[in-house]
């Protein structure tokens, strides 16, 4: 086989197994998600362990724990494998994604993702007088009044916990979580933001 | 540095009657190689994910790393090459105190040492002292040297103590860059200045490694930048050559160096890491006295070597999908050897990784490297031209699919690059991987990769010798030629990976490999020459790409936890190579010197016992196929190692290597540059202390 004649063939069978692959890709489905992703979804999943809701929260003694997405969603499959089967004190976990800030007030756990930090003040504004956590991932989220933050540090995720948010939606933190975390309060006017 | 002759050394000392068959016997290519190259796949993850993240504790999460120094973030279930990671743990339980020997710890990488400082390392053929197929970098930066082409591994002696991970890519699939690489890819990851904070003391000794040691500091400066700082020394005694005399190979090298990590936002990361070092070696070579000279002698020359390298890496993340990276390096090295190079080199590279919709994602990026070199050049080899300034633009654009999410994962790319010597080349792959279950990966690829010439296959001069033939004195000589092409590889690749139950894990790698345009050495029009005097008839032997030829070969690597406290870690590699030669080639050498270099079979066992709370026990039997050209039987060396870990920052290890036999030889340089001495069996203490 001649070289250059090889190098030719090689470049059309790449060419052509693009292209068949090209139409036959399903257009259905998400991407593998990030491995950040599965570890967040795995902090969230924790955050709820180590968290109390009031028990008016809850519409029946078995009713489940709802987490929100609410808008993009990041996870891919994550968050589903993470709780699927698992419960925290006898009750279930679901997933749910939202769209509409209204809908978010059943919720009590809400993820907000850096796409959708533009809406916080919205989501925040219905979730007024409610007991959800509210777990986001931009800079300056807990100092806006977002529960808890995710934050990057060497490499590794760590997480910052707002306990004024966390008091005015009467939620009770384990003090171990808290030891954890990096603790802020509100401030009214973060950088500017 | 020197390349051509072989090891005349002691016993090896062919008959002088001889001299003309015996240069050409030797001309063995100690450089040829397949072509290989890069683009595809990037390195892997860096740790294995737990199994089951809902069950990880937050500590545990908290520990996780989510980015990694590769070219983007890749699970290494779906990566579609054959990659084995060496972690920090692995490290620690190997028992290794240089690069070579940590790296015989991964099947199908040929670790072959050839005297106390010099080692030829390779994966899947063509070993040599200057293997240049294999592509190494350091923190991103490639260390290969463009001289030849492949390492100085005496001198890439960083505290092994501060590496993170080193993933070894076996084949062509692998690295983003790879620059005139490869048949694999070593990528070596340095931790971070914050995960090694205070201070270190390593200090050392025994029979063979006679004394050696790392102080290290690391802290704070602010709120946002780390730093750490190091000194490293060693000192190695000398082996013996086969008549039992002193090899002359004993050697010295200290080191300095630092490292700074800033987080100066929550998005962008600057890195600043550099060294200088300095050492003395002893090469047991060979010379000539005058450029007829008959005989060659052995001379033991001192070496000195110097070097050092400042690196900056700016990294900004936009989101958690999506990052660039500046990476700048000047790198510059000294050795007073047979040639008396020194280099300098500068480069610059960037590189942007992005999703594309929720299937695809993008990387790519463009690299431009300057390197000079001035060479002094002895009788026995030198350059021409002596200074030369070598340019290399290099570019890659590289797309995962997800074909079907979670399973299959379609990875297309690659490379287009010009060089100095052979201008522009592109370098396609696809690769394949699909994970039917989240305990098995399938995976298949196609590349394209090209060798680009070295300036050593391009410009050197090198004299072997001569006779006095009937019209006067003759001179042999080997000529560079500057119009070769890239040596070709078309690699075929498969492999399989799959956890069997908690506790085996298995991977499995295979390989075909055409190869094209290899390089040969073919006699010229002999010509007279008038100085240096006597005048004299030289009978060129010229560099040329006139054989060709197909290897094969598999690996595999397995992990069996026995017992809790006990892990057993087989390995075997099958790798033969085929060369032909074209029918105008009168090549008499390079064919057997291809076939020979490497051992048909290697296997490996490694087990891990931890006896106690504090005290462990590791072990490794390594056995390596006779080599054929030249001729190294067959061995079988076993390392071992007792480590006491009294408290978390305290230990001591008691090591023992080549346990076997008292001494054994590993590997004779065909190029004659550095004689083979016999590695003998040694002990050594080390005490490691944090504080």
């Not at chain 2, 800033?262 to 600057?270: E, G, I, P």
């Not at chain 2, 290890?653 to 590997?667: P, R, T, Y």
């Given at each position: 086989m001649q070289p250059a004649r090889c190098r030719v063939q090689f470049c059309a069978t790449v060419l052509a197994a693009l292209l068949s692959l090209a139409g036959t890709t399903p257009t259905r489905g998400q991407a593998n998600p990030s491995i950040e992703y599965q570890v967040k979804a795995a902090f969230i999943f924790n955050f709820a362990k180590f968290v109390e809701w009031p028990l008016d929260t809850f519409k029946s003694e078995n009713a489940p724990i709802v987490f929100c997405v609410f808008g993009h969603d990041p996870f891919g499959s994550a968050l589903d494998e993470i709780i699927s089967g698992k419960a925290i004190n006898n009750r279930a976990v679901?997933?749910?994604?939202?769209?509409?800030?209204?809908?978010?007030?059943?919720?009590?756990?809400?993820?907000?993702?850096?796409?959708?930090?533009?809406?916080?003040?919205?989501?925040?504004?219905?979730?007024?007088?409610?007991?959800?956590?509210?777990?986001?991932?931009?800079?300056?989220?807990?100092?806006?009044?977002?529960?808890?933050?995710?934050?990057?540090?060497?490499?590794?995720?760590?997480?910052?916990?707002?306990?004024?948010a966390i008091q005015r939606a009467r939620l009770t933190v384990s003090s171990k979580l808290l030891a954890l975390a990096r603790i802020v309060h509100d401030q009214v006017n973060p950088r500017g933001n | 540095m020197r390349v051509r002759r072989r090891s005349i050394h002691g016993a090896r000392r062919p008959p002088p009657a001889s001299l003309e068959s015996r240069i050409l016997k030797v001309l063995t290519r100690g450089y040829l190689s397949l072509a290989a190259a890069a683009l595809m796949t990037i390195p892997a993850r860096s740790q294995e994910m737990p199994k089951d993240l809902g069950n990880s504790s937050i500590e545990d999460l908290m520990n996780i790393e989510i980015t990694s120094a590769s070219k983007t973030e890749q699970k290494l279930s779906?990566?579609?090459?054959?990659?084995?990671?060496?972690?920090?743990?692995?490290?620690?339980?190997?028992?290794?105190?240089?690069?070579?020997?940590?790296?015989?710890?991964?099947?199908?990488?040929?670790?072959?040492?050839?005297?106390?400082?010099?080692?030829?390392?390779?994966?899947?053929?063509?070993?040599?002292?200057?293997?240049?197929?294999?592509?190494?970098?350091?923190?991103?930066?490639?260390?290969?040297?463009?001289?030849?082409?492949?390492?100085?591994?005496?001198?890439?002696?960083?505290?092994?103590?501060?590496?993170?991970?080193?993933?070894?890519?076996?084949?062509?699939?692998?690295?983003?860059?790879?620059?005139?690489?490869?048949?694999?890819?070593?990528n070596i990851i340095t931790k971070k200045a914050s995960d090694t904070p205070g201070a270190m003391v390593v200090a050392g000794g025994g029979t063979a490694d006679q004394g050696f040691g790392t102080l290290q500091y690391g802290g704070n400066i602010g709120k946002e930048t780390s730093f750490r700082v190091f000194t490293k020394y060693l000192n190695q005694d000398h082996f013996s050559n086969p008549n039992?005399?002193?090899?002359?190979?004993?050697?010295?090298?200290?080191?300095?160096?630092?490292?700074?990590?800033?987080?100066?936002?929550s998005k962008d990361t600057l890195t600043f890491e550099g060294d200088l070092y300095r050492g003395r070696e002893g090469n047991p070579g060979s010379g000539i006295s005058s450029i007829t000279s008959p005989s060659i002698q052995g001379v033991?020359?001192?070496?000195?070597?110097?070097?050092?390298?400042?690196?900056?890496?700016?990294?900004?993340?936009?989101?958690?999908?999506?990052?660039?990276?500046?990476?700048?390096?000047?790198?510059?090295?000294?050795?007073?050897?047979?040639?008396?190079?020194?280099?300098?080199?500068?480069d610059i590279s960037f590189q942007h990784h992005f999703a594309w919709g929720d299937r695809q994602n993008l990387v790519w990026g463009v690299e431009y490297r300057y390197s000079a070199s001035r060479t002094v050049g002895s009788l026995e080899i030198s350059l021409d031209p002596p200074n030369l300034e070598t340019p290399l633009f290099s570019s890659f654009v590289q797309d995962e699919i997800a074909l079907v999410p979670d399973r299959l994962f379609l990875t297309v790319g690659t490379k287009l690059e010009h060089n100095y010597y052979t201008g522009w080349g592109l370098q396609p792959?696809?690769?394949?991987?699909?994970?039917?279950?989240?305990?098995?990966?399938?995976?298949?690829?196609?590349?394209?990769?090209?060798?680009?010439?070295?300036?050593?296959?391009?410009?050197?001069?090198?004299?072997?010798?001569?006779?006095?033939?009937p019209n006067g004195p003759v001179a042999v000589r080997l000529l560079g030629n500057p119009n070769l092409r890239d040596e070709r590889t078309i690699a075929y690749?498969?492999?399989?990976?799959?956890?069997?139950?908690?506790?085996?894990?298995?991977?499995?790698?295979?390989?075909?490999?055409?190869?094209?345009?290899?390089?040969?050495?073919?006699?010229?029009?002999?010509?007279?020459?008038?100085?240096?005097?006597?005048?004299?008839l030289v009978l060129p032997l010229i560099n040329a790409n006139?054989?060709?030829?197909?290897?094969?070969?598999?690996?595999?690597?397995?992990?069996?936890?026995?017992?809790?406290?006990?892990?057993?870690?087989?390995?075997?590699?099958?790798?033969?190579?085929?060369?032909?030669?074209?029918?105008?080639?009168?090549?008499?050498?390079?064919?057997?010197?291809?076939?020979?270099?490497?051992?048909?079979?290697?296997?490996?066992?490694?087990?891990?016992?931890?006896?106690?709370?504090?005290?462990?026990?590791?072990?490794?039997?390594?056995?390596?196929?006779?080599?054929?050209?030249?001729v190294i039987p067959a061995y079988t060396r076993l390392d071992t190692g007792l480590t006491w870990q009294w408290n978390k920052k305290s230990s001591l290890s008691l090591v023992g290597q080549n346990l076997l036999k008292d001494v054994h030889e590993e590997f004779?340089?065909?190029t004659g540059s550095t004689a083979t001495t016999l590695i003998k069996r040694s002990v050594f203490a080390k005490f490691t202390w944090r504080f």
């Amino acid at each position: 086989m001649q070289p250059a004649r090889c190098r030719v063939q090689f470049c059309a069978t790449v060419l052509a197994a693009l292209l068949s692959l090209a139409g036959t890709t399903p257009t259905r489905g998400q991407a593998n998600p990030s491995i950040e992703y599965q570890v967040k979804a795995a902090f969230i999943f924790n955050f709820a362990k180590f968290v109390e809701w009031p028990l008016d929260t809850f519409k029946s003694e078995n009713a489940p724990i709802v987490f929100c997405v609410f808008g993009h969603d990041p996870f891919g499959s994550a968050l589903d494998e993470i709780i699927s089967g698992k419960a925290i004190n006898n009750r279930a976990v679901l997933a749910r994604r939202i769209t509409e800030s209204p809908d978010l007030k059943s919720c009590q756990l809400v993820f907000v993702s850096s796409a959708e930090y533009k809406h916080l003040s919205e989501v925040l504004n219905s979730l007024q007088g409610t007991s959800a956590l509210v777990v986001g991932e931009s800079e300056g989220f807990a100092e806006r009044g977002g529960g808890i933050q995710f934050f990057p540090e060497d490499s590794r995720l760590r997480f910052a916990i707002n306990v004024d948010a966390i008091q005015r939606a009467r939620l009770t933190v384990s003090s171990k979580l808290l030891a954890l975390a990096r603790i802020v309060h509100d401030q009214v006017n973060p950088r500017g933001n | 540095m020197r390349v051509r002759r072989r090891s005349i050394h002691g016993a090896r000392r062919p008959p002088p009657a001889s001299l003309e068959s015996r240069i050409l016997k030797v001309l063995t290519r100690g450089y040829l190689s397949l072509a290989a190259a890069a683009l595809m796949t990037i390195p892997a993850r860096s740790q294995e994910m737990p199994k089951d993240l809902g069950n990880s504790s937050i500590e545990d999460l908290m520990n996780i790393e989510i980015t990694s120094a590769s070219k983007t973030e890749q699970k290494l279930s779906r990566t579609a090459s054959a990659v084995f990671v060496i972690t920090a743990e692995d490290i620690r339980q190997s028992n290794a105190i240089n690069m070579p020997d940590l790296l015989r710890t991964v099947p199908g990488i040929d670790v072959a040492q050839i005297n106390a400082n010099t080692w030829a390392v390779s994966t899947r053929g063509l070993n040599s002292r200057f293997s240049n197929e294999l592509l190494v970098m350091l923190d991103g930066r490639s260390v290969y040297t463009p001289t030849f082409g492949g390492v100085f591994w005496d001198v890439l002696d960083l505290p092994l103590e501060d590496i993170e991970r080193i993933e070894v890519i076996r084949g062509p699939g692998a690295s983003v860059w790879a620059t005139n690489a490869v048949n694999g890819v070593i990528n070596i990851i340095t931790k971070k200045a914050s995960d090694t904070p205070g201070a270190m003391v390593v200090a050392g000794g025994g029979t063979a490694d006679q004394g050696f040691g790392t102080l290290q500091y690391g802290g704070n400066i602010g709120k946002e930048t780390s730093f750490r700082v190091f000194t490293k020394y060693l000192n190695q005694d000398h082996f013996s050559n086969p008549n039992g005399q002193d090899g002359g190979d004993g050697w010295d090298l200290a080191r300095a160096g630092f490292r700074t990590d800033t987080v100066f936002s929550s998005k962008d990361t600057l890195t600043f890491e550099g060294d200088l070092y300095r050492g003395r070696e002893g090469n047991p070579g060979s010379g000539i006295s005058s450029i007829t000279s008959p005989s060659i002698q052995g001379v033991v020359t001192e070496v000195n070597l110097g070097g050092g390298f400042l690196q900056t890496v700016w990294d900004h993340t936009y989101s958690s999908s999506s990052g660039t990276s500046l990476q700048l390096s000047y790198d510059k090295y000294q050795r007073s050897d047979a040639l008396g190079e020194t280099r300098g080199t500068f480069d610059i590279s960037f590189q942007h990784h992005f999703a594309w919709g929720d299937r695809q994602n993008l990387v790519w990026g463009v690299e431009y490297r300057y390197s000079a070199s001035r060479t002094v050049g002895s009788l026995e080899i030198s350059l021409d031209p002596p200074n030369l300034e070598t340019p290399l633009f290099s570019s890659f654009v590289q797309d995962e699919i997800a074909l079907v999410p979670d399973r299959l994962f379609l990875t297309v790319g690659t490379k287009l690059e010009h060089n100095y010597y052979t201008g522009w080349g592109l370098q396609p792959s696809v690769r394949v991987a699909w994970t039917p279950s989240p305990r098995e990966t399938l995976w298949a690829a196609v590349s394209d990769a090209e060798r680009t010439p070295a300036a050593i296959d391009t410009s050197v001069v090198s004299n072997l010798g001569g006779y006095t033939g009937p019209n006067g004195p003759v001179a042999v000589r080997l000529l560079g030629n500057p119009n070769l092409r890239d040596e070709r590889t078309i690699a075929y690749e498969a492999g399989y990976r799959i956890s069997v139950g908690e506790h085996v894990s298995l991977d499995f790698a295979a390989y075909y490999n055409d190869q094209y345009d290899q390089e040969t050495t073919e006699p010229g029009a002999p010509f007279f020459e008038s100085a240096p005097s006597p005048p004299h008839l030289v009978l060129p032997l010229i560099n040329a790409n006139l054989s060709y030829g197909e290897s094969h070969g598999f690996e595999v690597a397995t992990n069996w936890k026995v017992a809790r406290r006990w892990t057993l870690s087989p390995g075997y590699a099958f790798e033969q190579i085929h060369l032909h030669l074209e029918p105008t080639s009168h090549d008499t050498t390079s064919v057997p010197a291809a076939e020979g270099s490497s051992p048909v079979n290697s296997a490996q066992l490694r087990s891990h016992v931890a006896l106690a709370q504090a005290l462990s026990w590791d072990a490794s039997v390594y056995f390596v196929d006779r080599l054929t050209d030249p001729v190294i039987p067959a061995y079988t060396r076993l390392d071992t190692g007792l480590t006491w870990q009294w408290n978390k920052k305290s230990s001591l290890s008691l090591v023992g290597q080549n346990l076997l036999k008292d001494v054994h030889e590993e590997f004779v340089d065909s190029t004659g540059s550095t004689a083979t001495t016999l590695i003998k069996r040694s002990v050594f203490a080390k005490f490691t202390w944090r504080f």
